[in-house]
């Protein structure tokens, strides 16, 4: 999925978690406790989901390996479905975690600390690089429009119950619609914003009976991941 332009996997990166750190950096220990788009995770346990992220990021961009690569940043997306034991027990895990801290500034810091270390990371990273993540080989250009796209969806999950905060980055939207139409193989009405099909794409939002009409026999394959 990458291109030619070997800077612009960091330059989407930087974009998506630029504007996921300057939600989260406005956010106090209220505001933590608010819902999100994520089924009973809070925003501290959302963020704590996001560092996680982060960390692997850092530790993948790290490791690099022979093995041939058997992902990219579309097919990577094909192992996550919705709704299965390991989302739940990977939701427990989270929401056990992210509230063992007592103060969510504690959380904040090391997430923008964190995320600030993996773009960096990206930007050091050459793109051809092969490397290992969940049990899989990717380019390392390939694994970071997965973080991305991932930041870009939980960045529209983080801000359902906050409606004044940072809107998710162009450049990671038009990676999760890239991506979306890749897992499709295809692309939908040019209508859908880029921020309603990653609800759609995602199972975070149900298409409507004139949208099922409108893809045809192509929707009965949503939630194209979750």
Not at 77 to 89: C, H
Not at 105 to 121: D, F, H, P, S
Not at 161 to 187: K, N, Y
Not at 196 to 216: F, K, M, S
Request: aromatic fraction near 6%.
């Amino acid at each position: 999925m990458t291109t030619g332009d070997t800077a612009a996997p960091a330059r989407t990166l930087s974009a998506a978690y630029g504007a996921a750190s300057a939600v989260v950096a406005g956010l106090g220990d209220e505001e933590s406790w608010r819902p999100t788009g994520c089924t009973g995770w809070a925003v501290r346990d959302l963020v704590f989901h996001c560092l996680g992220d982060a960390q692997r990021a850092l530790v993948a961009l790290h490791t690099p390996t022979d093995g041939p690569v058997d992902r990219d940043a579309v097919t990577y997306w094909r192992d996550w479905r919705p709704d299965t034991a390991g989302a739940a027990n990977g939701r427990r895990w989270a929401r056990v975690n992210g509230s063992m801290f007592l103060d969510f500034g504690q959380l904040k810091e090391l997430y923008l600390e964190t995320l600030a270390a993996t773009v960096r990371a990206a930007r050091e990273a050459r793109p051809e690089r092969r490397v290992a993540t969940q049990g899989h080989v990717l380019t390392a250009g390939d694994l970071i429009i997965t973080l991305a796209v991932e930041a870009t969806v939980h960045h529209l999950d983080l801000t359902v119950g906050l409606p004044h905060a940072p809107e998710p980055s162009p450049e990671g939207l038009a990676a999760v619609r890239a991506t979306l139409d890749g897992l499709l193989g295809g692309s939908v009405p040019p209508e859908w914003s880029d921020a309603h099909y990653a609800r759609v794409g995602t199972g975070r939002a149900a298409l409507t009976g004139a949208e099922r009409a409108a893809l045809g026999p192509s929707a009965d394959r949503f939630p194209l991941f979750g």
